[in-house]
């Protein structure tokens, strides 16, 4: 732990770093739940789903590093049980239980909006009392903005191909 880069956090850095791991719990939780979607999926546009689950994966697993990262630089320690990730989590855990890409894409266009209001709460929380978190934060947030996007255009997409399939 950096001594002067904690001193530089004006707030309260405990609370801060509980709000860090209840975000670091998201993204594990995340990252399984895309990750293990991608290899259920099922159903039409099912390689696009799958590319886009994927990636989302990765990108979430990317988050949970930088988070930990942080709470480490400010002297925490990350939520070391995968059990307790369920008890620290903002989003909760969607299982991809119904491997029909449509149920899925709904469920991670869910947990993408509950990671938006979770890092929306984070900015706030550190604009102009914790810069290296705040920055962090920002661009997290952009990338679950784009997730959302991309999980919304794919339901769009999907829901013309079966429109489509209906007419015929």
Known sequence: MGTRGREIVDMDVNK???MLNKLFADEWLAYYQY???AKVAKGPMK???IAELTQHAADE???ADMVSARIIQLGGTPVSKPQDWYKMTNCGYD???DPYVKALLEQNVKGEQCAISGYQKLVEATN???????NMALQILSDEVMHEEDLQALQEDLDVLLTTE???
């Open 61 to 63: 697993l990317r988050h």
């Open 166 to 168: 209906v007419r015929r």
């Open 16 to 18: 801060l770093i509980e």
């Open 128 to 134: 102009g009392k914790d810069p290296v978190t705040y």
């Open 47 to 49: 390689d696009a789903v």
């Open 95 to 97: 299982a991809p239980d």
């Open 35 to 37: 990750w293990l979607g």
